[in-house]
């Protein structure tokens, strides 16, 4: 009998275990919170956010920067097209963790955004290319229910200042790069800012797309 006690102990503390580690496990893996990868403050806010960006130059959706700017239609004197920075469209998606939430959702607002530009595993020789912090106020309204409350704005997504730095490394010989100087990377966008009722938040969204020197006269 008293060996048969040590072992009902012995299965409580292990279960007793057990528990806490999966306690530590998902308030660990909570912190992240729902919606895009790496957001945080869902839990705070109620509100879960996912977005999706979607690079654009001069009015057309395109993932191919140029560095270069083209003479297309070259005479006397030349005629240069427009050559500024590249831009990108951000789509925003809000809804409710919890739909059946008594509470109020505040409006979302960010207040800044990072680019932040990571050389793909087939450009890791590539020129790097520094992050850009814009500060730019976008407002997402509350949803309620089941609902879902979507907003569309511009971003920046490589501006001229960084096409022309990475034309001059490119040019240095320090780099290596494919042809017409491409190289490959990913555009990784974290947004923050605070609810309505001062609760900070960030979510963020993410594109590849490739750099270098392309023809857009055909």
């Known amino acids: ?12 503390v292990s279960f007793a275990v057990c528990c806490m580690l999966l306690s530590i496990l998902f308030w660990g893996c909570g912190g992240g919170g729902p919606g895009s990868p790496g957001s945080r403050g869902s839990e705070d806010t109620g509100v879960q956010v996912q977005a999706t960006v979607v690079p654009q130059y001069l009015g057309e959706n395109t993932y191919s920067v140029d ?7 070259p005479g006397p004197p030349p005629v240069f097209e427009s050559f500024t920075d590249h831009s990108a469209i951000i789509t925003m ?16 607002y960010v207040e800044k955004y ?21 500060y730019k ?7 309620s229910g089941s609902g879902i ?5 511009t971003v920046i997504f490589v501006d001229l200042l960084r ?6 490394d490119v040019l240095s010989g320090q780099f290596n790069h494919g042809l017409a100087y491409i190289n490959n990377y990913t555009a990784v966008y974290t947004f923050e800012g ?25």
């Open 137 to 143: 106020t976008i407002v997402i309204p509350a949803p």
């Open 93 to 108: 998606e809000a809804r409710l963790l919890n739909p059946n939430a008594t509470f109020k959702a505040g409006n979302l």
């Open 149 to 153: 409350t979507s907003v569309q704005d």
């Open 1 to 12: 009998m008293k060996t048969g006690g040590k072992m009902k102990r012995r299965h409580s």
């Open 194 to 218: 605070k609810n309505e009722y001062g609760t900070k938040f960030s979510f963020k969204t993410q594109t590849d797309f490739q750099i270098g020197w392309f023809d857009y006269c055909d």
């Open 163 to 168: 096409k022309e730095k990475y034309y001059d």
């Open 67 to 73: 560095v270069v700017q083209d003479i297309c239609e």
């Open 114 to 134: 990072t680019v932040e530009y990571k050389r793909s595993t087939d450009s890791i020789g590539a020129p790097p290319i520094e992050h850009d912090t814009r």
